[in-house]
């Protein structure tokens, strides 16, 4: 059993900062590539940024330079620094994880439950 929990979200004004936590906890054997996913009312999920175990980071065009993806594999814990909020970041905010378990070398991708980012003055 695998749970992915974020934390970190909430109402914050335009220009503002946050960040967000998102720690993996169970029958953990191998974490890989970790990743924040978005989505606002009424549109798709999309891919924020995502970092490999060694640390190789990918961003979304539209993130680049006010977004930071870090992780920390002791703590099996991602985290993403948000700076320069927009309204348009408004979303509720999804890590994700690819993992393979104790109970099987199989890789999963295993989702948190959500955190809301809402940017408004």
């Known amino acids: 059993q695998v749970q992915l929990v974020e934390s970190g979200g909430g109402l914050v004004q335009p220009g503002g900062s946050l960040r967000l936590s998102c720690k993996a906890s169970?029958?953990?054997?191998?974490?890989?590539?970790m990743g924040w996913y978005r989505q606002a009312p009424g549109e798709q999920r999309e891919l924020v940024a995502t970092?490999?175990?060694?640390?190789?980071?990918n961003y979304a065009d539209s993130v680049k330079g006010r977004f930071t993806i870090s992780r920390d594999n002791a703590r099996n814990t991602v985290y993403l620094q948000i700076d320069s909020l927009k309204p348009e970041d408004t979303a509720v905010y999804y890590c994700?994880?690819?993992?393979?378990?104790?109970?099987?070398?199989?890789?999963?991708?295993?989702w948190g439950q959500g955190t809301q980012v809402t940017v408004s003055s």
């Open positions: 994700n994880a690819d993992i393979t378990t104790t109970a099987s070398k199989t890789v999963g991708r295993y």
């Open positions: 970092i490999t175990g060694g640390g190789r980071t």
């Open positions: 169970g029958s953990l054997f191998s974490i890989y590539v």
